[in-house]
Antibody, heavy 124, light 110 residues
């Protein structure tokens, strides 16, 4: 059964870079049928798609975060990662990684499997 | 990017039927998915492709779409269905493909 597990610091200082890794087990990140996505949820608020990556390295980002977010993939480790730079308190959220169906080579929005999420707090 | 609009809160009596709606221009072109999220838990996909249920999702959950509106219907709501529900879809209103979520609907089962 597919499992996704987020890891990374739970506390990041303002203006620094948030770095998270998602480790995939029970399935290959190199499958051509899926994208791998990051989604976040500020405390008490709704879900926000950050971006998605294909095993080949093709990436798609939400416009509001495109200038600060970088998603990368390491197929040898079956992992993908998120870097978000110049963080502020507004980036405090639970960050989820998820497997996403592919729709003719672009993200479908169908998030089939999710990690448990990790809370990242931005504070000095 | 486009927006998806959901009612913030909806309530239903135990055993009755409830419909949760999601409106947005992207739904005219792309499929809707629906997610159930209980407190402290990750979201769970309950409907995809407008009206398909993943395995393990009870058949009291169903989806439909008309024009720019997608709907999630729970027929015979159970106490365990009390949760937040989010819709989403692909979006192409910007220069590149993206994904958009609705703001979520809190369902209370009375």
């Amino acid at each position: 059964q597919l499992q996704l597990q987020e890891s990374g610091p739970g506390l990041v200082k303002p203006s620094e870079t948030l770095s998270l890794t998602c480790t995939v087990s029970g399935g290959s990140i190199s499958s051509s049928s899926y994208f791998w996505a990051w989604i976040r949820q500020p405390p008490g608020k709704g879900l926000e798609w950050i971006g998605s990556i294909y095993y080949s390295g093709s990436t798609y980002y939400t416009p509001s975060l495109k200038s600060r977010a970088t998603i990368s993939v390491d197929t040898s480790k079956n992992q993908f990662s998120l870097n978000l730079n110049s963080v502020t308190a507004a980036d405090t959220a639970v960050y989820y990684c998820a497997r996403e169906g592919s729709a003719a080579g672009v993200p479908s929005g169908k998030f089939e499997s999710w990690g448990q999420g990790t809370l990242v707090t931005v504070s000095s | 990017s486009s927006e998806l609009t959901q009612d913030p809160a909806v309530s239903v009596a135990l055993g009755q039927t409830v419909r949760i709606t999601c409106q947005g221009d992207s739904l005219r072109s792309y499929y809707a998915s629906w997610y159930q999220q209980k407190p402290g838990q990750a979201p769970v996909l309950v409907i995809y492709g407008n009206n398909y249920r993943p395995s393990g999702i009870p058949d009291r959950f169903s989806g439909s779409t008309s024009g720019n509106t997608a709907s999630l219907t729970i027929t015979g709501a159970q106490a365990e269905d009390e949760a937040d529900y989010y819709c989403n879809s692909r979006d192409s209103s910007g220069n590149h493909p993206s994904v958009v979520f609705g703001g979520g609907t809190k369902l209370t089962v009375l």
